[in-house]
């Protein structure tokens, strides 16, 4: 069974920076693509960003490009999401997510492992 568990979330005004991380439980994380989503409040669940076992493929929302970068620790059984220049529109739950295979990488349903999610609010 794989755990993720999200941190770093917080309050930031418009333009600042904050660095989520999410730990994975499991021996075998190295093995796993990963993804942050995000969901604000009555929206649906929005791709923000991948990064395969390898850590050499990324992909970006475009909302986010420039931005946002992920990264992962295969060390610590870790992945980050980076975000700078942050907009009130950044304002969302964001997920941890983790699969073996995907396919479409943006696709919430294509992955197997959720975190709870840490609050990100950005005010104007």
């Known amino acids: 069974q794989v755990q993720l568990v999200e941190s770093g979330g917080g309050l930031v005004q418009a333009g600042g920076s904050l660095r989520l991380s999410c730990a994975v439980s499991g021996r075998t994380f190295s093995s796993y693509a990963m993804a942050w989503f995000r969901q604000a409040p009555g929206k649906e669940r929005e791709f923000v960003a991948f990064?395969?076992?390898?850590?050499?493929?990324?992909s970006y929302a475009e909302s986010v490009k420039g931005r946002f970068a992920i990264s992962r620790d295969n060390a610590k059984n870790t992945v980050y999401l980076q975000m700078n220049s942050l907009k009130p529109e950044d304002t969302a739950v964001y997920l941890c997510?983790?699969?073996?295979?995907?396919?479409?990488?943006?696709?919430?349903?294509?992955?197997?492992?959720w975190g709870q999610g840490t609050q990100v609010t950005v005010s104007s």
């Open positions: 990064i395969g076992w390898s850590g050499f493929s990324t």
């Open positions: 997510a983790a699969a073996l295979g995907v396919g479409r990488v943006v696709r919430a349903s294509e992955y197997e492992y």
